[in-house]
């Protein structure tokens, strides 16, 4: 993998997805609604670089979003 992360942001050069930190601590996902936690949206990206961006990679990287 090739993930880019940073206190901010997690990026890819393999893929356009990204995941961004909100000021509560939760992340979100550019391609995907809700609010994860960072060892979730860290999860998401590994599989949006795999090339898996479909729902169910999301929640099975995510099993319950984090509460805001």
């Given at each position: 993998m090739t993930l880019q992360i940073s206190s901010d942001w997690i990026t890819s050069?393999?893929?356009k997805q990204a995941a961004k930190a909100m000021s509560d601590g939760s992340w979100v996902l550019s391609w995907c609604s809700g609010r994860y936690t960072r060892a979730q949206a860290v999860t998401a990206m590994g599989h949006a670089e795999?090339?898996?961006?479909?729902?169910?990679?999301?929640?099975?990287a995510a099993a319950e979003p984090a509460r805001s």
């Amino acid at each position: 993998m090739t993930l880019q992360i940073s206190s901010d942001w997690i990026t890819s050069d393999r893929c356009k997805q990204a995941a961004k930190a909100m000021s509560d601590g939760s992340w979100v996902l550019s391609w995907c609604s809700g609010r994860y936690t960072r060892a979730q949206a860290v999860t998401a990206m590994g599989h949006a670089e795999r090339g898996d961006v479909s729902a169910r990679s999301v929640e099975s990287a995510a099993a319950e979003p984090a509460r805001s």
